[in-house]
T-cell receptor, first 113, second 112 residues
């Protein structure tokens, strides 16, 4: 059974640019969540999608946005990149919401220069 | 606001020794998750604890949950080098959300 797939694995962008990251959940999973991991702030929740609806959003500026498609694949977009956006972005897939186990993808390492 | 605190944040131990990582959380949640992360890698799910008194074991790792004390522990028995990694505990907000709130992680180094 295929796991959570994130693309691309690595990205280097320049300040002011925008970036789109993609996440394909495990087949049959309908919930996708996004997290940012940095050495200073640790793992922080960005947003959660279920059946194409954003159910929850973390404390991040509006430059961070996301969406989920009908096949449960999700994308997140960061506009007007800042140096501080450099991080590992992790996507998690769950069968449904609630008491379920979340499985993480390999992540996208974003470097902003 | 949900808070999760782990200690210690750094743990260096010798092979063959036992140790416990502690995870305190601030809500009345009855669910707790443990993950492992190797350097540069993603998070691997270790344990899902969904009720008070839950105990789960996998190899040299055993996790338990005490919801009254709002405490979960990850006990390492007879550590081996392969267990070297960063371990995170996470709580999940109630209300059917999938939002996980993570502790800062415990970086475990097992020395030969």
């Amino acid at each position: 059974k295929a796991g959570v797939t994130q693309t691309p694995r690595y990205l280097i962008k320049t300040r002011g640019q925008q970036v789109t990251l993609s996440c394909s959940p495990i087949s049959g999973h309908r919930s996708v969540s996004w997290y940012q991991q940095t050495p200073g702030q640790g793992l922080q929740f960005l947003f959660e999608y279920f059946s194409e609806t954003q159910r929850n959003k973390g404390n991040f500026p509006g430059r961070f946005s996301g969406r989920q498609f009908s096949n449960s694949r999700s994308e997140m977009n960061v506009s007007t990149l800042e140096l501080g956006d450099s991080a590992l972005y992790l996507c998690a897939s769950s069968l449904r919401t609630g008491d379920t186990e979340a499985f993480f993808g390999q992540g996208t390492r974003l470097t902003v220069v | 606001e949900l808070k999760v605190e782990q200690n210690p944040l750094f743990l260096s131990m010798q092979e063959g020794k036992n140790y416990t990582i502690y995870c305190n959380y601030s809500t009345t949640s009855d669910r707790l998750y443990w993950y492992r992360q190797d350097p540069g890698k993603s998070l691997e799910s270790l344990f899902v604890l969904l009720s008070n008194g839950a105990v789960k074991q996998e190899g040299r790792l055993m996790a338990s949950l005490d919801t009254k004390a709002r405490l979960s522990t990850l006990h390492i028995t007879a550590a081996v080098h392969d267990l070297s990694a960063t371990y995170f505990c996470a709580d999940k907000t109630q209300g059917g959300s999938e939002k996980l709130v993570f502790g800062k992680g415990t970086k475990l180094t097992v020395n030969p």
